[in-house]
């Protein structure tokens, strides 16, 4: 057994030093370095194979690896699990790969155990087992009968924080899929420090991992998040697992979104989008016409925009609200979109095409709870805050897609075609692009008429005369 030792660590960003420093040299965070005691047990064992009734988890092995040239090492496509839910397939790159290692991070109430535990109840031909150190059992079969159809005997439920205890309830299970909730709450008895440390957190996440990796066995861990919206805990974390997602929305609003920030299997550009309902998460397949659904009349200050979310194109409700300053400062608020990319546009709008604006508040919103930051939306936000001063609307049939830039300019925006096939499914009739996306267009769609525009006042000028 080797010697127990104390390390300090940041719990900030994980940075570790051999004493007590006031201010992190890695991140600048201050007074965030704790004492820890490590103490790591090492059992040799006479195979390779992973032994949770008899080894300890991370000991070290007898079997050794062999180098083997490049040419000789034979690719095999593995099969991966596909879920029940179509989104969680799209972001994790079409289906769970055997032996990953997942991390689902997001705010409080966001609903990562409720998603964790519909693809559980969902995955009726696997054995699954739902680790929690959160709730008692009788908690998590209440949110199961809140879900629909939430009846599933080869899901199997363990509340435990122990990873020994975890490992020999896997040894008798045996489980096609491991969810652990959460990896903060998990404690190893080979680190003398409490659940939720540095030092907790990166070796459960290492013992886990090696049992994903030796059995083929795939394991989806809930991590918490810190207040500016990082997954706590070291950031060695995120570089151990094989896929982050991020859960993202508003828990005081319907819609959520499933981001992927890392993926090794797939594409990290891919998302998916979900609405919170009182029997768990329904699958958002078209998300540009439940955002667009609320449209009645025409008012003034609406405007319609395309954007694109990763790969998945989104039309957008713009909403500006423009009034006479009623303070010596006029106001300017955004909602969903940068603050500072508004004041930019603002400044356009005085100084390119004459507007006076600096004695009104602007406040600006994206309906739907969304947070974007696509320069698509540019000439969608102008067009809102025009329509808003003037009180005229603009006809809901139009839809716009460009970037403004500070001479006035319409700028072209990438993967157009995608935006228009959305434009034209969703019965849009006109959509204003930049005159360089436009030459480049060819055919016209028959449903959709492009307007090409090279400068912003040629937008304002159609929108409203």
Same mark, same amino acid.
Request: proline share 4%; net charge neutral; charged share 20%.
């Given at each position: 057994?080797?010697?127990?030792?104390?390390?300090?660590?940041?719990?900030?960003?994980?940075?570790? +030093?051999?004493?007590?420093?006031? &201010?992190?040299?890695?991140?600048?965070?201050?007074?965030?370095?704790?004492?820890?005691?490590?103490?790591?047990?090492?059992?040799? #064992?006479?195979?390779?194979?992973?032994?949770?009734?008899?080894?300890?988890?991370?000991?070290?092995?007898?079997?050794?690896?062999?180098?083997?040239?490049?040419?000789?090492?034979?690719?095999?496509?593995?099969?991966?699990?596909?879920?029940?839910?179509?989104?969680?397939?799209?972001?994790?790159?079409?289906?769970?790969?055997?032996?990953?290692?997942?991390?689902?991070?997001?705010?409080?109430?966001?609903?990562?155990?409720?998603?964790?535990?519909?693809?559980?109840?969902?995955? &009726?031909?696997?054995?699954?087992?739902?680790?929690?150190?959160?709730?008692?059992?009788?908690?998590?079969?209440?949110?199961?009968?809140?879900?629909?159809?939430?009846?599933?005997?080869?899901?199997? !439920?363990? #509340?435990?924080?122990?990873?020994?205890?975890?490992?020999?309830?896997?040894?008798?299970?045996?489980?096609?899929?491991?969810?652990?909730?959460?990896?903060?709450?998990?404690?190893?008895?080979?680190?003398?420090?409490?659940?939720?440390?540095?030092?907790?957190?990166?070796?459960?996440?290492?013992?886990?991992?090696?049992?994903?990796?030796?059995? +083929?066995?795939?394991?989806?861990?809930?991590?918490?998040?810190?207040?500016?919206?990082?997954?706590?805990?070291?950031?060695?974390?995120?570089?151990?697992?094989?896929?982050?997602?991020?859960?993202?929305?508003?828990?005081?609003?319907?819609?959520?979104?499933?981001?992927?920030?890392?993926?090794?299997?797939?594409?990290?550009?891919?998302?998916?989008?979900?609405?919170?309902?009182?029997?768990?998460?329904?699958?958002?397949?078209?998300?540009?016409?439940?955002?667009?659904?609320?449209?009645?009349?025409?008012?003034?200050?609406?405007?319609?925009?395309?954007?694109?979310?990763?790969?998945?194109?989104?039309?957008?409700?713009?909403?500006?609200?423009?009034?006479?300053?009623?303070?010596?400062?006029?106001?300017?608020?955004?909602?969903?979109?940068?603050?500072?990319?508004?004041?930019?546009?603002?400044?356009?709008?005085?100084?390119?095409?004459?507007?006076?604006?600096?004695?009104?508040?602007?406040?600006?919103?994206?309906?739907?709870?969304?947070?974007?930051?696509?320069?698509?939306?540019?000439?969608?936000?102008?067009?809102?805050?025009? +329509? +808003?001063?003037?009180?005229?609307? !603009?006809?809901?049939?139009?839809?716009?897609?460009?970037?403004?830039?500070?001479?006035?300019?319409?700028?072209?925006?990438?993967?157009?075609?995608?935006?228009?096939?959305?434009?034209?499914?969703?019965?849009?009739?006109?959509?204003?692009?930049?005159?360089?996306?436009?030459?480049?267009?060819?055919?016209?769609?028959?449903?959709?008429?492009?307007?090409?525009?090279?400068?912003?006042?040629?937008?304002?000028?159609?929108?409203?005369?």
């Amino acid at each position: 057994m080797a010697k127990a030792r104390t390390v300090f660590f940041c719990q900030s960003c994980g940075a570790q +030093s051999a004493k007590w420093i006031g &201010r992190c040299p890695a991140c600048g965070e201050w007074n965030t370095y704790v004492e820890e005691v490590v103490q790591k047990e090492t059992v040799a #064992t006479t195979t390779g194979q992973w032994k949770p009734a008899s080894t300890v988890p991370g000991g070290s092995l007898t079997k050794t690896a062999k180098s083997v040239p490049l040419g000789d090492i034979i690719a095999e496509d593995e099969p991966r699990i596909l879920t029940p839910d179509g989104e969680l397939n799209r972001v994790l790159g079409g289906g769970l790969v055997p032996g990953s290692i997942v991390l689902i991070g997001g705010e409080p109430g966001i609903g990562k155990s409720t998603l964790m535990l519909q693809i559980a109840l969902g995955l &009726r031909q696997l054995r699954v087992l739902y680790v929690s150190g959160e709730e008692s059992e009788a908690q998590i079969k209440m949110r199961a009968e809140r879900l629909a159809d939430g009846q599933h005997p080869g899901c199997y !439920i363990l #509340t435990e924080t122990n990873t020994q205890n975890i490992f020999r309830q896997i040894d008798q299970v045996k489980p096609n899929l491991v969810v652990i909730d959460s990896i903060q709450t998990m404690h190893s008895t080979l680190v003398e420090s409490g659940a939720g440390s540095v030092s907790q957190v990166r070796e459960c996440t290492a013992e886990l991992l090696k049992y994903a990796k030796e059995t +083929s066995v795939p394991v989806l861990l809930i991590g918490h998040i810190t207040k500016d919206g990082s997954i706590a805990g070291p950031k060695i974390l995120e570089h151990m697992v094989d896929t982050v997602l991020q859960f993202e929305g508003d828990r005081h609003l319907s819609y959520r979104i499933l981001r992927t920030t890392k993926n090794r299997f797939g594409s990290t550009s891919e998302l998916g989008i979900y609405e919170m309902q009182g029997d768990g998460l329904r699958q958002v397949s078209n998300p540009s016409e439940i955002l667009l659904s609320q449209r009645g009349e025409s008012l003034s200050g609406m405007a319609i925009g395309a954007t694109l979310e990763g790969n998945r194109p989104l039309l957008v409700e713009v909403q500006a609200l423009v009034t006479p300053a009623t303070y010596g400062t006029p106001q300017r608020s955004s909602t969903g979109f940068d603050a500072k990319r508004l004041q930019m546009l603002l400044a356009v709008l005085e100084k390119r095409s004459g507007l006076r604006l600096g004695q009104h508040d602007v406040f600006l919103n994206i309906a739907g709870g969304l947070r974007l930051d696509d320069p698509a939306l540019d000439v969608a936000v102008c067009a809102a805050v025009v +329509s +808003s001063l003037h009180d005229v609307p !603009i006809a809901g049939d139009i839809c716009l897609a460009a970037e403004v830039g500070l001479s006035g300019e319409i700028r072209a925006v990438s993967r157009l075609d995608q935006r228009l096939a959305e434009a034209e499914k969703l019965g849009f009739r006109e959509m204003y692009v930049s005159q360089f996306n436009g030459k480049n267009l060819g055919a016209q769609r028959p449903g959709l008429r492009v307007r090409p525009v090279g400068r912003l006042d040629e937008v304002l000028d159609g929108l409203f005369g």
